[in-house]
């Protein structure tokens, strides 16, 4: 059958749109694979469904490139809110659910402001430190981030025996530009690759500033996407809350696929 799809973007981390409200679209992992290969299908680092749900305005339902479901995405869960704006099933504000839980956004023509997840816990590892912001991260300070070897580097660690056995994670690299603006490089898990952008990475990061580096809210990220900005209050030692990523998000062409 033809479906039709929407191509959003969020400082280059880009993903298919589709309106699931009416719980069609077959959801199959290969399938879903083929639809974000950059060579073979429409091209992108996920896959979102927007869906019904009877106790938020929508659920976000969010898949890797590779096909899998993955965990919480931020850039995806600020797409999303345009993409709902979009289609008029919400106004400038909302709540929804995602697999991490519930969310809330706000929405101007410039940004999506949205509030991400409570966090607590830092582990702290010699080369690296390592927080969960609704996806896994591992947070690594360097020098000179522009000409570093991100893929290479991250793929060591994402598939270091330490980490498969723990499941996986992503890979976040940082270097500080200033006293309010970090630079972030990630390789994400799922997409296998250094992505553009990536939402609950630079909240990592951000957060793991704070702590390691005493940077104070809001914290500015550049990402090789653009620009976005993570807000938050610290409640303890290790503990977050009213985290907010903060950035653009828009649509970039729609047409229809045979799934």
Known sequence: MN??????????????????????FPMDKERIAHLCHRRFGIGADGLILL?????????????NADGGEGSMCGNGGRATVRFAHDLGVIGDQTRFIAV????????????ISLKMSNVKGL??????????????????????LQDFKVYQEGYAIRYSDEWVKRGGTNVNFVE???????FVRT????????????????TACALTAHVKLGMESPIKIKVLGGNLEVSFEQTS????????????????????VEV
């Open 51 to 63: 869906q019904n749900d009877e106790a938020y305005d929508f659920r976000m339902k969010y898949f």
């Open 187 to 202: 390789y994400e898990r799922g997409v296998e690759d250094e992505t553009y952008s990536c939402g609950t990475g630079v």
């Open 100 to 111: 991490d839980g519930e969310h809330e956004a706000l929405v101007t023509s410039e940004q």
């Open 123 to 144: 582990e702290e590892h010699p080369d690296y430190a390592y927080m969960n912001t609704g996806s896994p991260h591992v947070v690594a300070f360097k020098e000179n």
């Open 176 to 182: 500080q530009q200033g006293d309010q603006q970090l």
């Open 3 to 24: 479906i039709s799809f929407y191509k959003y973007q969020g400082t280059g981390n880009d993903f298919i749109m589709i309106d699931d409200r009416a719980g069609t």
């Open 237 to 256: 030692a290790d503990a977050f809350e009213n985290i907010y990523l903060i950035g653009p998000a828009e649509r970039v062409f729609e047409g229809t």
